[in-house]
């Protein structure tokens, strides 16, 4: 068992082990001792690291100020390109209708001509739009049908697909043959291409849209005619789209940071009691690859304690709209390229302190940025991405109020038998501090079934360092001396005990209150024990 848990506990327990009188064994027959002994048990030195090690259940930093800092890290979200601006497969389907019906009155075949557009939303993402795109990858699979008893010749173009070589047009085919009442189908391979989605056939704007040109004849044969509402249609099937970079525009796009409950790394030292942070710290990391920045409210942040209780973040934190940073054009062709941005919450600008004191076990972050091109271009390249971080940093500069650490032990047989050949017990307790830490104690002797056999009375075995107004210890080591008694009734009440029950509360210099005269924690701060024991034994050659 660790000392700094609870240093009487070490001292009874040394004193137990210390009188094992198994070395008597063969060479004393039929002797009784009855009388008293006194054994100095030894020096302890504790450090800071294992007393905030044993409240924290986890570990800690030391800053450039050999200041001791505890922290815990958790990631919130990743969004990537396909969250903000993928591209489904998808299928659709457009048709061109013959609306009036056309008659060839002659005797010989009649060619009738024209142009039909095919318009598609391609990129249905809501609050963003795109208008041109470099494509990496993807197909468009093309089906022409007809239900028109005539044969077509026809051309079909890509007027919105620009060669990334030479800046032409495709001419997906040119003279093709469309039998009456058939059909034909043909490939894009997009990765040759770049996409322009802002424009449509006319010129007007438009964005997420392609379009491709139909030409056709119609070879109407000798006193025929094509009725009214027979049609050609064109089915455009997209896969596996994919993309080095996109460009245009975002209004007020939503994405949910994150939208449930943490759970906090640090939640050992939290629930000790009331400990207040005066310094408290918690950074929200932003790295953004996308090509415009964002903005983030903070008004729906709160933390829950174990009985599902709520206490919301307030400040001027919460009222400011906060910015996260995306990189620029400039960066479009560097390879990771970042924009970094960090808010955070402090005592300053925050309730903070208080929300730790409430003994949080879960925070809730309802956060979602907001995503809108105030100018120039919205940009976003295939390896782009939002994270999301939260970094709790606690520096201990706190103050430390009735804080408590509990705990029970299991009794071995050893030492049960030693407590029943003992007749008194004295434990001295002698400690240096030069700790901002103060202590007091409470032993409870636990039967098997946990019924409380003896309860010592609450003992101060720790008188706190002195600090300055700032929180640094002032003086030298401050000296505590504390005796424990069990006497002879005492010892009759705790010799079936099978278990040992501590609880010790501390208290930081001065702490008048949950939230005054914070104390500085260091690296260097330590105590140091001296353990004695006087007893009251009997042995005889039955122990």
Known sequence: ??????????????????????????????????????????????TLDEVLKELSGGSFDINEDDLITMETFDTLVSINS????GFPNQSINKDFIISTAIVNPFS?????????????????????YLDSIRFSNGRLNLKLSSNINSTIVFTISAPFLKNKTNGTIPIIASQGVLSPNSSTSFVVDLSNY??????DENGNKVTNTIYFKLDYSIIIDSHSSVPAGRKLSLALDANNISYDNA?????????????????????????????YFAEPKIDLIFNNSIGTNATVLLDRVKVFNKENQS??????????????????????????????????????????????????????????????????????KNDSKLDAFMRVTLPAYATLYNTEVRDTIKLNDNVTNQIRNTKSLLLNIDINNRLPLGGSFVLTFLSETNESLYTTDSQTFLNAAA???????????????????????????????????????????????????????????????????EAETAIDEDF
């Open 1 to 46: 068992m660790k000392p700094y848990k609870l240093f009487v506990l070490l001292a009874i327990s040394l004193f137990f082990y210390q009188c094992d009188t198994s070395y008597f064994d063969g060479e004393l027959n039929g002797v009784k001792f009855d009388g008293k002994v006194a054994i100095p048990l030894g020096e302890i030195n504790v």
């Open 82 to 85: 396909n969250d903000l601006a």
């Open 108 to 128: 010989s075949e009649i060619t009738v001509t024209g142009s039909s557009f095919f318009n598609f939303k391609v990129h249905n993402v809501n609050n963003i």
């Open 194 to 199: 770049n996409g322009y989605f802002h424009l």
């Open 247 to 275: 460009f245009g525009t975002i209004v007020n796009k939503e994405v949910v940071i994150n939208s449930q409950k943490v759970e906090l790394s640090l939640t050992e030292i939290l629930r000790r009691g009331d400990i």
């Open 311 to 380: 206490l919301p973040l307030k400040g001027s934190i919460v009222q400011e709209t906060q910015t996260i940073s995306g990189i620029n054009i400039s960066q479009l062709n560097t390879a990771n390229a970042s924009a970094n941005s960090v808010i955070s919450i402090n005592s300053t600008n925050s309730n903070v302190s208080n929300l730790l004191l409430f003994k949080p076990t879960e925070l809730f972050f309802d956060i979602r940025a907001n995503l809108t091109t105030l100018s120039g271009e919205f940009f976003i």
């Open 467 to 533: 600090i300055s107004s700032d929180g640094i210890t002032t003086s030298g080591s401050v000296l505590s001396q504390t005796d424990i008694v069990f006497n002879t009734e005492n010892i009759e009440q705790i010799k079936n005990a099978s278990k040992l029950e501590y609880v010790v509360i501390l208290n930081s210099t001065n702490a008048q209150s949950t939230t005054g005269n914070p104390v500085r924690f260091f690296r260097d701060q330590d105590l140091t024990i001296k353990l004695n024991v």
